[in-house]
């Protein structure tokens, strides 16, 4: 009897493992929805639908962008830290999710650390100092001494207060010695149209956003604020050329809520990794977009959170913000 036993459990084994390898293997069966924590037209928006786009063609379901802005990119992001860690809710996490919002709200609704997972990083950016075509400043010596003479006469835009957007115009105010003022907007898209017409004066941008206007002539680029030129935009200067010092980097990545299927997560960091080997994909990120690649994956992730935010925190301390 109990021979038969152990051979009924091991034929029952037999039958019910490839079922449930299967059953994890069926992800996705549905539409997937990816939340993108800021408004529509910025860089965040840009990189979530091409990467969403690739995803579909990839696993063979809809990725569904929708843009939850707000609060420097809190809305969107605690959603998907409370959304069900089923695979159907996944999102953008960013420098402002997981480095900035950190250090500058005594209470957040989420902890980056324990209640999403890093799946993958999708884009290394700087940042690109923007200014509107009418401004008589050609260069970041020029815009600095211009607004040394007239202190408080000109205005930088962002994306809302404590984005990085904000925090590299608030180093800049504190390295360079200018007294220029902060117009906040809710994300960076509907900026736009306001610094071409010269209603605010300038915006540090993310690459993706703002290049494509300073390539058609829409806006001046001055500067960007990596340590060193970007690849994909050589002929503008960074502007640690002239503020010795200044840095201000950001990425873009992959989350899911913690406790996702460790099936699920494979499948989606390979799926990321196909996505970002296709050279489309590659040329998009360095020739039009001013992106650099990052290793895909997993692997380091929180040692690039836990070096990310020391790279910031002084222009979080520069700034004096603190969010509520």
Known sequence: MLQRRTLLAAASGSVFAPAIVSAQGAWPNKTVKFIC????????????????????KILGQTFVVENKGGAGGNIGTTELARAAPDGYTLGLISVASHTLNPMLYSKLPYNPDKDIVGVSRLAVLANLLGVTPSLPANNVAELIALCKKEPGKYSFASSGPGTSLHLSGELFKSMAGVDIIHVPYKGAGPVYNDLMAGTVNMMFANMPSMLPHVRAGKLKGLGVTSAQRSKAAPE?????????????????????????????????ESAIAEALANPDIQKRWANDLGLDMPPPGRKGFDDVVAQDRKLWAPAVKASGVKLD
């Open 236 to 268: 503008i200067p960074a502007i640690a050329e002239t503020v010795p010092g200044y840095v201000a980097t950001s990425w873009y990545g992959v989350g899911a809520p913690a406790g996702t299927p460790e099936p699920v997560l494979a499948r989606l």
């Open 37 to 56: 924590p800021f408004a529509p037209g910025g860089g965040t928006d840009t990189v979530s639908r091409l990467i969403c786009d690739q995803l579909s």
